[in-house]
């Protein structure tokens, strides 16, 4: 009598017969590969999804940058009109399948503009920071002007000097302010050094070294 053959398959030129140890080992392994492969199409539709959530913030000049599809700039538009929170769900949910069909040159793309807009925050914001401490320094020590003019020598020293005159006298509080503890506001003076400072920081010129496109050198 002959033997029922047994049932399997080959693999790699092996037989492997269902049931055996080998059989169960190369399913187990298959079974990982897949739940590995969906765990990764997860990873990715999440990472997908908050990337198209980033638009929303992304800066209009850095998104007129982007060469995306204008299904995806009407999608972005209309969720930043949308108010009602499930509307907004489900809106975001419709960017990130839009996202899904973009090809990764495209994403990264986007990648980069959200970098540049957060450096760009950073600098901004660490310029606000230096403008903030140079105008206090110039208002609080005679040496200052002196100091800021050898590292900014285009700036305007008769218009600065006399901003700092003026805020020096704003801030001087009175006999009565003192006793009652109270803080004298900040007067137009203090203001406008500091925008004259933090434009001088960022590189912004002023309208009259725009009209002719030179720098006034002036000796303090």
């Known amino acids: 009598m002959s033997r029922k053959p047994k049932k399997g398959y080959f693999v790699r030129g092996q037989f492997v017969a269902e049931g055996s140890e080998l059989d169960l080992e190369l399913k187990a392994e298959l079974k990982g590969t897949t739940e ?8 990715e ?3 997908l999804q908050k990337l198209g959530e980033s638009l929303l913030t992304l800066r209009a000049d850095l998104m007129a940058g982007l060469s995306l599809p204008e299904k995806l700039i009407d999608a972005v538009a209309e969720a930043k009109r949308i108010t009602n929170f499930e509307g907004k769900r489900r809106q975001m949910q419709f960017i990130g399948k839009l996202m899904r069909g973009l090809d990764e040159e495209t994403r990264q793309s986007v990648r980069d503009a959200l970098d540049e807009q957060r450096k760009g925050s950073a600098s901004d914001a660490l310029a606000l920071h230096q403008a903030e401490q140079w105008r206090d320094k110039l208002i609080a020590n005679e040496d200052a002007l002196d100091q800021w003019m050898r590292e900014y020598p285009q700036t305007d020293t008769q218009q600065l000097r006399a901003l700092i005159r003026q805020a020096r006298k704003d801030v001087q509080p009175t006999q009565d302010q003192v006793s009652k503890g109270l803080v004298p506001r900040h007067g137009r ?21 725009e009209d002719d496109g030179t720098y006034d050198h002036r000796n303090v």
Request: charged content about 30%; overall charge neutral; cysteine-free.
């Open 36 to 43: 590995a492969s969906r765990t990764d199409l997860k990873r």
């Open 189 to 209: 003076a203090y203001r406008e050094i500091f925008q004259l400072v933090k434009d001088q920081l960022t590189g912004i010129p002023s309208p009259a070294e």
């Open 45 to 47: 539709s999440t990472e």
